[in-house]
């Protein structure tokens, strides 16, 4: 079972940007789409953004167009989420999540992600 491990949260100031990375374990993590989700305190776990298996195909949630990109490195065995202009409104436990089946592309649905990782916390301040 493959392993994900995320990376690069912390504390920022409001406007600031942070870069969180998830590292799977997985030799077969090119043929898997990715997703990162969020989850505030005493709320549900919400889809932030994923990206196919190729690469070429991502999604975002509407609160994050324009602020967030999420990119892979196959050959690193890594998807990143670069996040700009944060908010407080960003503050969350982030969690990366690989797709039930390979060369599958399941989009924005909580319950078609297998695999998580351990979470990061990011922390924006006002």
Known sequence: QAQLVESG??????GGSL???????????STYSMGWFRQAPEKER?????I??????????DSVKGRFTISRDNAKN??????????????AVYYCAASYRQFWYPGTQVSSYAYWGQGTQVTVSS
Not at 19 to 29: D, G, I, K, Q, V
Not at 46 to 50: D, N, S
Not at 78 to 91: F, G, H, R
């Open 78 to 91: 890594t998807v990143y989420l670069q996040m700009n202009s944060l908010k407080p409104e960003d503050t």
């Open 9 to 14: 949260g912390g504390l920022v100031q409001g």
């Open 19 to 29: 870069r969180l990375s998830c590292t799977a374990s997985s030799r077969t993590f």
């Open 46 to 50: 919400e889809f932030v953004a994923c």
């Open 52 to 61: 196919k298996w190729s690469g070429d195909t991502t999604d975002y949630a």
